[in-house]
T-cell receptor, first 112, second 116 residues
Framework: DQQVKQNSPSLSVQEGRISILNCDYTNSMFDYFLWYKKYPAEGPTFLISISSIKDKNEDGRFTVFLNKSAKHLSLHIVPSQPGDSAVYFC???????????FGAGTILRVKS | GAVVSQHPSRVICKSGTSVKIECRSLDFQATTMFWYRQFPKQSLMLMAT?????????EQGVEKDKFLINHASLTLSTLTVTSAHPEDSSFYIC????????????FGSGTRLTVV
């Protein structure tokens, strides 16, 4: 039973344009969400997080939107850069610091 | 910021042998650590949660006698893969609960285990 789903295995975007990565969850107990960037054979790198009391959080080129009623969150990267090419994972937990459940990941390719 | 050191980064072992992976919090105390496993092109799957001084909590389907976790101090958790088989070949990652640092979670750099 996949509690966190990333239905798009891959996404290709032109440099300078917006990248939108989507994530859905089924467990209504989740209230803390994070996005990570990952390269093969490396640990995940934190990008941005959001708690359920917010619907938007912004950090530089990265913005995360949370729609609790739809159990959906998205990561926007604007403008996209070739260095953003990696696998992006959405993760959720029932509370800050509790165990994380990861989605399957989305491969982002930013073309120059 | 908080740092977690994971060793070794890669290891090759023969079938039937055991391998130990260490995860150390360098500049903070980690009461709780999480162990994940990632197969190629797949998600990070939580294997177990280890708490200092107590038995680890394993996720459903994870063999606790095969994947031994020890969290004997506030800075060190170890995962031992016992009697390794080729199907245990995977990428193992630890994460320490780090309240107030790294947004709650500090990940190690991972260990690539290859069983031949």
């Amino acid at each position: 039973d996949q509690q966190v789903k990333q239905n798009s295995p891959s996404l290709s975007v032109q440099e300078g344009r917006i990248s939108i990565l989507n994530c859905d969850y089924t467990n209504s107990m989740f209230d803390y969400f994070l996005w990570y960037k990952k390269y093969p054979a490396e640990g995940p790198t934190f990008l941005i997080s959001i708690s359920s009391i917010k619907d938007k959080n912004e950090d530089g080129r990265f913005t995360v939107f949370l729609n609790k009623s739809a159990k959906h969150l998205s990561l926007h990267i604007v403008p996209s850069q070739p260095g953003d090419s990696a696998v992006y994972f959405c993760a959720a937990s029932a509370s800050y610091g509790n165990k994380l459940v990861f989605g399957a990941g989305t491969i982002l390719r930013v073309k120059s | 910021g908080a740092v977690v050191s994971q060793h070794p980064s890669r290891v090759i072992c023969k079938s039937g042998t055991s391998v130990k992976i260490e995860c150390r919090s360098l500049d903070f105390q980690a009461t709780t650590m999480f162990w994940y496993r990632q197969f190629p092109k797949q998600s990070l799957m939580l294997m177990a949660t280890s708490n200092e001084g107590s038995k680890a909590t394993y996720e459903q389907g994870v063999e606790k006698d095969k994947f031994l976790i020890n969290h004997a101090s506030l800075t060190l958790s170890t995962l031992t893969v016992t009697s390794a088989h080729p199907e245990d070949s995977s990428f193992y990652i630890c994460s320490a609960q780090s309240p107030g640092r790294n947004y709650g979670y500090t990940f190690g750099s991972g260990t690539r285990l290859t069983v031949v």
